[in-house]
């Protein structure tokens, strides 16, 4: 495996973005199963609006979240919805890959150190990596 994963990091990341940015677009634009499932039993006209009948759907609330800047696939004040929906994508793409990144930073930092109460072994030393897991090649061979 190669000592610098950078390149792959980035490749992965610029296919997300892509991804997120151009081909959400053309997602389908009807419901999805769960949404379709909570309008059973209901009429709906063209607008996605519930005309009659009964379904779950109809007991539905508004999040609380639903006025927040990116809700509903796209960027609140953004008017082509190709534009807000791209840069959706691609905002959370970047989010999520900075939370990711930070996360996978920090677990890296607190692993086999000086500060994480392991000792570490220096070299190749297969005796001195045997003494710092507390063991030793008399112990291990068998």
């Keep these: 495996m190669s000592k610098r994963p950078w390149p792959f990091i980035l490749g992965g990341l610029l296919v997300a973005l892509l991804l997120a940015g151009v081909v959400s677009n053309y997602a389908s634009p009807h419901p999805d199963g769960l949404d379709s499932s909570l ?20 007991q539905a609330k508004e999040h609380e979240l639903g006025d927040s800047p990116l809700a509903d696939y796209g960027i609140r004040g953004v008017t082509n919805g190709f534009l807000s929906t791209g840069l959706s994508g691609v905002i959370g793409v970047l989010l999520t890959f900075a939370l990711g990144g930070g996360v996978f930073w920090l677990a890296r930092r607190r692993g086999n150190g000086p500060d994480s109460g392991l000792p570490a072994a220096t070299g190749s030393d297969p005796a001195a990596l045997g003494e710092a897991q507390g063991t030793s090649r008399a112990g291990s061979a068998g």
């Design 39 to 58: 309008l059973k039993g209901c009429t709906v006209n063209a607008e996605d609006e519930i005309t009659g009948g009964s379904c779950p759907a109809q």
